[in-house]
T-cell receptor, first 109, second 116 residues
Framework: RKEVEQDPGPFNVPEGATVAFNCTYSNSASQSFFWYRQDCRKEPKLLMSVYSSGNEDGRFTAQLNRASQYISLLIRDSKLSDSATYLCVVMDSNYQLIWGAGTKLIIKP | DAGVIQSPRHEVTEMGQEVTLRCKPISGHDYLFWYRQTMMRGLELLIYFNNNVPIDDSGMPEDRFSAKMPNASFSTLKIQPSEPRDSAVYFC??????????????FGEGSRLTVL
């Protein structure tokens, strides 16, 4: 089993819709959690950190479920510019960053 | 402000040749990471440095790969000899310490390597 798993997608979503995807992690002692965004043929960039209480940044909401060992990302009112690959990153108990393979999101007009 | 700068952006070489990838991290950052990304394997950490000292090189595939950080503003990743399976995008990233741990990673634009 991979340490960090994501549905590779692609998720094809109409513009304006709400979309959510999850990321599961295997190490229950994981410390910190992040979502990065990577546009096609570009470098990854931090989208948001994921806090235990959940956090929101505009149209984006991230949540952590420690009991079930997953984090989620919700995008409301999706825009064409949200099309990208979303990478889940988990910091394990040894402070190493473990990257998921990413979920590809395509927003269609 | 300048971000992480990598060179070359693209390199095409023949099997057996030496490849050197270069990285200039963001000034003042304590950590520098080298990653490799392929469709099959995603992002893989090769090695990272803290204050110019290599901390973990367990991700370096084999002895053909080596990395150095002679000072705080420069790092190289060398592949000698290169093989077709080394074809990938190589990213360099840097970060500041946050609470004793690496904070947000800032990536360079990557070096796309093709080994024929």
């Amino acid at each position: 089993r991979k340490e960090v798993e994501q549905d590779p997608g692609p998720f094809n979503v109409p513009e304006g819709a709400t979309v959510a995807f999850n990321c599961t992690y295997s190490n229950s002692a994981s410390q910190s959690f992040f979502w990065y965004r990577q546009d096609c043929r570009k470098e990854p960039k931090l989208l948001m950190s994921v806090y235990s209480s959940g956090n929101e940044d505009g149209r984006f909401t991230a949540q952590l479920n420690r009991a079930s060992q997953y984090i989620s990302l919700l995008i409301r009112d999706s825009k064409l510019s949200d099309s990208a690959t979303y990478l889940c990153v988990v910091m394990d108990s040894n402070y190493q960053l473990i990257w998921g393979a990413g979920t590809k999101l395509i927003i269609k007009p | 402000d300048a971000g992480v700068i990598q060179s070359p952006r693209h390199e095409v070489t023949e099997m057996g040749q030496e490849v050197t990838l270069r990285c200039k991290p963001i000034s003042g950052h304590d950590y520098l990471f080298w990653y490799r990304q392929t469709m099959m394997r995603g992002l893989e950490l090769l090695i990272y440095f803290n204050n110019n000292v290599p901390i973990d090189d367990s991700g370096m595939p084999e002895d053909r790969f080596s990395a150095k950080m002679p000072n705080a503003s420069f790092s190289t990743l060398k592949i000698q000899p290169s093989e077709p399976r080394d074809s990938a995008v190589y990213f360099c990233a840097s970060s500041l310490v946050r609470g004793g741990l690496p904070g947000e990673l800032f990536f360079g634009e990557g070096s796309r390597l093709t080994v024929l």
